[in-house]
Each structure stands twice: as structure tokens, then as C-alpha cells.
């Protein structure tokens, strides 16, 4: 009775496969679309979140403070229809104006007149509002021609309104008033018959005045323009210091050119020059040990001594052999004492004319450097000349744009006290007449788009965020779920392990017992209705599930009843020896395939479970290559696996070494096992082309830690009891092992990945 036989007779498996091995299904383009978006927004809510709460929270203060309202500021001139007599009272005073509203309309233009309006923008000038700019006469032309401001009569009043359009409340009303003030002081004036000679005086001159100020801040202006700015002063003190520093560098250069003159004398006038004596023995000593030949005659004589020791040492005194090399060695001993002499000589002469050599160079390098210090001198001179004469102009121009300031400080101050004049007589003219002020210029709010906006900003940062998080979902590579492998990979899925997420612990047992007789099924679905005999387990990158994924197919295949066997493969960086617990050290699996062992001195039996281990260390990693690809490996692979029903191998990565690739053509076929959410989907394609490169069979793939919705037995979990509701905080790299570790432990254990 095999593993499906009895894994049928505890629970009915049904033969259709749901869809898992088989490619994608051939849903529309817009299903698919619909049905993707909700995923891949929780996948990446994250960086939804943070793109909306960028985008809204930066977005809204901006155009809070950047988009500004629209503001009415308006003001009001009062026209009386009727303006009684203080002094006499008559009919004719106590009646209304003849033509009142054309009086009205007339007063209207007079309000929006070139002589008002220039009023208006001197008056301006002085308030430094920002608004107008530099022209307020053109900006107030331009705002009464494109409806900025308006002058009108209001309807059933007695009232002409000046109503100014602008996003700055102060200044609006800032230019309201300049017009109420100008009208009055022009229209106001001239209604007074027999105008004061005084005032017209006084504005003949303020406009001249005007003008003059203008020509001197032009003059000005354009004396400041060559240095961009009016003041001089530093500039000046800059060139001083200039001039100083080239005449302090003046005096040195004249030092230092003293100083070569007088080398250069004494070494004319030098008649020998001396070394030091350590410098010279120094010298001569280097000389003797450079020798060719002084070495060479050296190393004779040393060998010769040491000969003549040996000899005296075997042979006896009156021996003519002691005697040949004794006088031999006397003459390499003259030899060397006369080449001794002989460089000794030759280093004499080269180092007196060396002594002349350098007194010569040192005489033409002074010289040099005196002409250098000549010629650097003259320039040193022209630059300190050129920059005196810059210095004394710009004294000039300094002393010239002062008298020119001084010139418009007294026509500025001549300016305002007709000025002022002109107003205090403005004021003194003052008096109940037929034309007032109303009221002054107050402000009130016309339009405020920033709600609007700040609204449409959220919804754009909403379908920005939802865009981001598509477009990170997209370049996402990893697979999450089945459907992942499935429609992009075109690989059978043969199973899911359920996460740890979000599952009550107390039913985690159950629900790995029961995702593992699943794959057990589809393992014998899958191959001809039986279960690899010999079946490797493998992944594409470290760190997927795959020795958990070997460990927990091994002892649920030997709990069916079957006698299993399962193999440490990855003998670079073992891990089922650390996992369950069993002593390391004996390089079990090494030993047994090289056949220094038998398979009984190195299996680790697991009563308990009715598994056994076959395990290896980290010490086979040297020679991993090398023992796999033995001829002898195979057949030994196969007589190991005689004793047992099946053969479970945990092997390396594919893409990590190729031992993997050797495992898997070793056995009868390969599982590929995946995690949700870290296996990347190109590493798995490169994997299974290595895979199907090398020929070997592949059944399918195995997702690790998947959540409940997303599991291949997703709807028999209900049995088990529902799932924690809400999101559990995450468990980073966990593995859930259902085999007793040490025959001790019989309840799943999270060991830490």
C-alpha cells in the first residue's frame, strides 16, 4: 500500500488539480486587471501610504499658502445732491442739482483721469507697495482698463464706488485710498473758486523738483553701474590693501635679491669647497661595497678561508695541498688590497672634481635664480604702479558720486517740504463741500479657490498613490502567490505550506499535517501515480524554505508507514544536523559515498518517527565538487536508496554552486521549492533552464509560507477553526518543523530560519 493509497484512505484527494498544474487560465485582459489591482495594493500599501501622505501633506500646505484669495477692497466718495448754505438760507441751496446722475457719471471719469491717477501713483511711490512695481501710473491704467479697478456710481445712492481686485487685502486698500486722496486733492480743489496762487506755485515746483531728482538719481545710478553698487568705500580699502600687500612682497623680493647677490660673491671669490668626512667615508665606503670585483674577490678569498679550515682540519701540516692554497689565498688577499687601493684612488679624483662641479652649478643656479628674482621684481613694479593709479581714480570717482548724492540729498529735501507743504495747504482747504469721503478703502473676500483645490489634491494624491503602488507591484519580481508561478513561470504547482501569519499557533500543526499529505498526493499525481523513488529538493537562491520544506516531506512520508531516508545534500553549509538537534563532526554522508563506512555506522535513526538521517558537516565543503562528480557516486547513491522506500535529499541552491544540478540528475526527479514573498521570479526561471539543461525530470514547485486565502487548501482550513482576525505583527524568517527533534519534541517547533 503506497503513500497515496494511504493517505486516500484517511481522506478523499481528489485527482482534479484545481487549476495548479496547469498553465494560466485564459481570463480577460480587463478581469485580470480588476482582479490584480486590490493585491498588488495591499502588497505594496506601504508605499501607497507614504506617496499619499507625501503628496497630500506637502500639496495642501502649498497651495494653502502658495494659491492666494481674491480680495475686494472698496472704498466710496459721497456726491451730496444738495449742499445747504451755512451762512444763508434760500430756496435754491435747499434744492436737489439739476442733472445730478451726470454729475455723478462725470465725477466717475474725473476719478479714473490721467492728472488723478498720477496723483495716486506718486502717493504710492512712498508706501513701497509691492503691487504696483516700479510704474504704479502704468498698473493703475492697466487695472481700470482690464476691470481691476473699478469706478462706478453705485445704483440708488448717493455714492461713486472704487472697488480694487487684488490677492494682497493691504495693498488693495492701500491703492484705493492713494485715488480717494488724489481725487479729493485735485477735484476737491478745484471746486473751491479762486484757487490759492500759493499751491499752484508749489506744485509747479514739486514737479520740477520731480524731475530733478530723477536726472540726479539717474547720473547716479549710472556712476554706480561700472562698480554695482554706490558705495566705494570698501572697494577702496580693498585696493589699499592691495597695494600694501604688493609692497610688502616688494621688500621681501628686494631682501631675497640681496642675499643671492651676496652667495654669488662668495662663491666667486671661493677657491675650494669640503665635505663633511662621514658624508665622504660614507660615500667611498658605498663605492667598495658596489664593486663587482672587490665583491667577487671577497667571496674568493672567504671561500678559500673556509677550504684551507677544512683542509687543516683532514690533512696534515707538511701536505703540499695546505701549503698551494695558503699561498693562493695570500694573493687574492694582495689582489684585494691593491683594487681596494685603486678605487680608493679613483674615488679621490672623482670627488674633487665633483667638489668643482658642484661650486660651478650652485654659482649658475644663483645666478639664475638672481635674474628670475630681477624679472619677477619688474613685474612686481608695473603691477604696484598699475595698481596705485587704480586706487588714486577710483578716489576720484568716490569723491565725484559723493558730491552727486550730496547734490540729490538737497533736492530730496527740498522735495518733501514742498511736499509737506502742499499737503498742509491741501488739509487747511478742507471743509464741508458738495464732494466727500465716505468711507475709506475696507476689504472683504471675493473668491477662495484653495478648497477646491486642496480637494482635488487629496483625490490626485489618492490616484497617484494607487499608481505608485501599481507601478511598484509591477516592477515587483517576486512571486506571491500561486497564480504568480503559474502565469508567469508556466510551472505545476504541487503544493503550498500555510504561513504563520495571522493562524491561531494551536492550529498550526494541523494545517502543516494536512498541507503535506496534500503534496504527498500531487507528488504521486504528478509521476505516474507514485512518489519519486529518489527525489531532490531544491531552490533556486538560500534562504526559501527548501531544507524546512525536505525536513517536513521526510517525516510526514514516514509517518504514512513508509521507511524514508532523509540526506543533508548541501555539503557546502549543512543545516538539518543544526535544525534537529543530532551531533555533527562524523562527515556521515562523505564517508558512506567514498565507502570508508556502511550505510548502518552512518544513518541517524528517529524511532519516533520511523525516519532516519543521513547528515553531513561543513568539513565535506573543500572537496563537495569533487565527490559528487565521482564515478562511483551514482551507483552507491542507488544502493543506499535499495534499503529505503523513498529518499528525500536536500540539496544546495541552483544558482548558488552546481552541486545542485549533480543531486538532481542523481535522482529520479527534482521539487523546487519557493517562499512567498523572496523567491524572485527570473532567479526561478534561470533555474529550472539549468534544470531542464541538464535533463532532469521536474514535478513541480512547492510555495512556502502562504497566507490562508492564497494556500492550496485554502477552503479546508474552515474544519481547523477560522484564522485570526486583523494582521499579526510579522515573524521574520521562521520555519515550522513537524518532526520531533531528538525523538523529544512531538509538537510543531518555530525554529528561527
Known amino acids: 500500500m503506497n503513500d497515496i493509497e494511504k493517505i486516500s484512505a484517511g481522506r478523499i484527494i481528489s485527482t482534479e488539480l484545481a487549476g495548479y498544474g496547469t498553465m494560466a487560465s485564459n481570463a480577460s485582459n480587463s478581469e485580470g486587471a480588476s482582479m490584480n489591482l486590490w493585491p498588488a495594493i495591499c502588497r505594496h500599501w506601504r508605499a501607497l501610504l507614504v506617496t499619499f501622505m507625501i503628496a497630500a501633506g506637502m500639496g495642501t500646505p502649498l497651495i494653502w499658502f502658495a494659491v492666494k484669495p481674491m480680495y475686494e477692497s472698496a472704498g466710496a466718495i459721497r456726491i451730496s445732491p444738495i449742499v445747504p448754505s451755512i451762512l444763508f438760507s434760500d430756496r435754491d441751496s435747499e434744492q436737489a442739482m439739476p442733472n445730478y446722475m451726470n454729475f455723478m457719471n462725470t465725477q466717475a471719469e474725473l476719478i479714473a483721469s490721467f492728472q488723478v491717477l498720477n496723483r495716486a501713483a506718486d502717493d504710492l511711490k512712498t508706501k513701497n507697495v509691492a503691487m504696483v512695481g516700479r510704474d504704479p501710473f502704468t498698473f493703475l491704467r492697466d487695472a481700470a482698463s482690464n476691470g481691476r479697478l473699478i469706478i462706478e456710481p453705485a445704483k440708488k445712492s448717493e455714492l461713486i464706488r472704487i472697488v480694487m481686485s487684488s490677492k494682497n487685502p ?92 651676496a652667495q654669488i660673491m662668495m662663491l666667486e671669490k671661493a677657491e675650494e669647497e669640503t665635505l663633511p668626512l662621514e658624508k665622504v667615508l660614507t660615500m667611498k665606503n658605498e663605492i667598495l661595497r658596489n664593486d663587482a670585483q672587490e665583491q667577487s674577490l671577497s667571496s674568493q678569498i672567504s671561500q678559500l678561508e673556509q677550504a684551507l679550515i677544512v683542509a687543516n682540519q683532514t690533512l696534515t701540516a707538511e701536505n703540499p695541498e695546505i701549503k698551494r692554497r695558503s699561498e693562493l689565498l695570500e694573493n687574492m688577499k694582495k689582489k684585494l688590497r691593491a683594487r681596494e687601493e685603486e678605487l680608493t684612488k679613483n674615488f679621490n679624483d672623482m670627488l674633487t672634481k665633483e667638489i668643482a662641479r658642484n661650486r660651478v652649478y650652485k654659482l649658475k643656479e644663483s645666478r639664475a635664480e638672481l635674474e628670475r628674482i630681477n624679472a619677477y621684481e619688474e613685474k612686481l613694479m608695473a603691477m604696484l604702479s598699475k595698481h596705485n593709479v587704480q586706487t588714486i581714480e577710483l578716489g576720484r570717482k568716490q569723491l565725484a558720486m559723493q558730491d552727486q548724492k550730496d547734490q540729490f540729498a538737497l533736492t530730496e529735501e527740498m522735495y518733501n517740504t514742498i511736499r509737506r507743504r502742499i499737503q498742509e495747504l491741501e488739509m487747511e482747504r478742507k471743509r464741508p463741500a458738495r464732494i466727500s469721503i465716505a468711507f475709506n478703502a475696507d476689504s472683504m473676500l471675493a473668491k477662495d479657490k484653495r478648497p477646491k483645490y486642496v480637494v482635488a489634491n487629496i483625490f490626485g494624491s489618492g490616484f497617484l498613490a494607487i499608481l505608485i503602488a501599481l507601478v511598484f507591484d509591477k516592477l515587483d519580481r517576486r512571486v506571491h502567490t500561486t497564480e504568480d508561478i503559474t502565469r508567469r513561470l508556466g510551472l505545476r504547482i504541487i503544493g503550498t505550506t500555510v504561513s504563520s501569519e495571522n493562524i491561531d499557533k494551536a492550529l498550526l500543526p494541523a494545517k502543516l499535517a494536512d498541507d503535506y499529505q496534500a503534496i504527498r498526493a500531487n507528488l504521486g499525481l504528478f509521476n505516474e501515480e507514485k512518489i519519486p523513488h529518489i527525489l531532490a529538493i531544491t531552490s533556486a537562491r538560500p534562504q526559501e524554505g527548501k531544507t524546512t520544506f525536505a525536513i517536513n516531506l521526510a517525516s510526514s512520508m514516514a509517518k504514512a508507514g513508509a521507511r524514508v531516508l532523509l540526506v543533508d545534500g548541501d555539503l557546502r553549509k549543512p543545516d538539518i544536523a543544526k535544525i534537529l538537534n543530532i551531533e555533527t563532526g562524523h562527515n556521515a554522508l562523505r564517508k558512506v559515498l567514498l565507502g570508508y563506512n556502511t550505510l548502518d555506522e552512518s544513518v541517524w535513526p528517529m524511532p519516533s518517527v520511523g525516519l532516519d538521517v543521513l547528515i553531513s558537516d561543513g568539513n565535506d565543503s573543500y572537496d563537495a565538487f569533487e565527490l559528487l562528480t565521482r564515478s562511483q557516486t551514482p551507483s552507491r547513491l542507488k544502493a543506499i536508496a535499495a534499503h529505503y522506500e523513498h529518499v528525500i535529499i536536500d540539496t544546495p541552491p541552483v544558482l548558488a554552486v552546481p552541486d545542485a544540478i549533480i543531486w538532481a540528475k542523481m535522482a529520479d526527479a527534482v521539487v523546487l521549492a519557493s517562499y512567498a514573498g523572496h523567491t524572485q521570479g527570473p532567479d526561478v526561471q534561470r533555474s529550472l533552464e539549468r534544470l531542464r539543461a541538464a535533463g532532469v525530470k521536474i514535478i513541480g514547485t512547492v510555495l512556502n509560507s502562504v497566507r490562508i486565502n492564497k494556500s492550496y487548501n485554502e477552503y479546508g482550513y474552515g474544519y481547523y477553526g477560522a484564522a485570526k482576525s486583523g494582521y499579526a505583527k510579522r515573524v521574520h524568517n521562521r520555519r515550522a518543523i513537524i518532526v520531533p527533534v531528538q525523538e523529544e519534541k512531538t509538537e510543531v517547533t518555530n525554529a528561527a530560519s
Open 170 to 261: 493691504r495693498e488693495g486698500e492701500q491703492v484705493v485710498n492713494a485715488i480717494i486722496r488724489a481725487y479729493m486733492a485735485v477735484e476737491v480743489s478745484n471746486s473751491v473758486r479762486g484757487g490759492d496762487e500759493k499751491l499752484s506755485v508749489l506744485e509747479d515746483e514739486y514737479r520740477t523738483l520731480t524731475d530733478k531728482l530723477q536726472r540726479q538719481r539717474k547720473i547716479v545710478r549710472q556712476m554706480a553701474e561700472e562698480f554695482g553698487t554706490s558705495a566705494l568705500t570698501g572697494r577702496q580699502d580693498m585696493m589699499l590693501q592691495q597695494v600694501t600687500m604688493l609692497q610688502s612682497e616688494m621688500t621681501r623680493i628686494q631682501t631675497q635679491k640681496l642675499s643671492l647677490e
